[in-house]
């Protein structure tokens, strides 16, 4: 099984501020990696899969990077509605595999 | 767009079977571009994948849950089902069904969710 590391667990920062969301695999996944956003209550949605491509309708201010083992999730100008909880996910075999998440919180 | 909707008992009995099915509209549930998937998440807790089906080419299951999970599809309901056998505790979740187009394992559309209790 392929575990997803996600730092740091708890990001607390204001509008307007740059947020950075690590996820790191204990094996190479290619670039077969995915973020989600979950918000309270909600599904969680996704963002950009294959570790760079945004999902239909995901602003520009969410970019993905990374390949092998490292990845990035660059939030560029927080809005007030993206304060919830990212989870990155790989499918690079038939065992999929989620990060614990990472909850961005307003500072 | 797919639109996807979970339906099921809202309690099972530990040693029971949970059982849940979801509804698809938007898309047939016999397209062979999309894979079907369910993903849980304990309450508090992060997300799991339970397994995938794909209408032509078998289904895949979390090895942690292989022994206890079965999914399927109905074509005559446009639905895919969930069958979880032996359940316990630590079973107790909020179960989302999700569908993927095109890329096994990239959850593009989910149901909003339905949370199962395990308890006696």
């Known amino acids: 099984e392929i575990v997803l590391t996600q730092s740091p667990a708890t990001l607390s920062l204001s509008p307007g501020e740059r947020a950075t969301l690590s996820c790191r695999a204990s094996?190479?996944?290619?670039?077969?990696l995915a973020w989600y956003q979950q918000k309270p209550g909600q599904a969680p949605s996704l963002l950009i899969f294959?570790?760079?491509n945004r999902a239909f309708g995901i602003p520009a201010r969410f970019s993905g990077s990374g390949s092998g083992t490292v990845f990035t999730l660059t939030i560029s100008n927080l809005e007030p509605e993206d304060f919830a909880v990212y989870y990155c996910q790989q499918r690079t075999d038939r065992a999929l595999t989620f990060g614990g998440g990472t909850r961005v919180e307003i500072k | 767009q797919v639109q996807l909707q979970e339906s099921g008992p809202g309690l099972v009995k530990p040693s029971e079977t949970l059982s849940l099915s979801c509804t698809v509209s938007?898309?047939?549930?016999?397209?062979?571009?999309?894979?079907w998937s369910w993903i849980r998440q304990p309450p508090g807790k992060g997300l799991e994948w339970v397994g995938s089906i794909y209408f032509t080419g078998g289904s895949f299951y979390n090895p942690s849950l292989k022994s206890r999970v079965t999914i399927s599809v109905d074509t005559s309901k446009n639905q895919f089902s969930l069958r979880l056998a032996s359940v316990t505790a630590p079973d107790t979740a909020t179960y989302y069904c999700a569908s993927s187009r095109g890329h096994f394992g990239v959850f593009d559309s989910w149901g909003q969710g339905t949370l199962v209790p395990v308890s006696s």
């Open positions: 938007g898309a047939s549930i016999s397209s062979t571009a999309y894979y």
């Open positions: 294959d570790a760079s």
């Open positions: 094996q190479s996944v290619s670039n077969y």
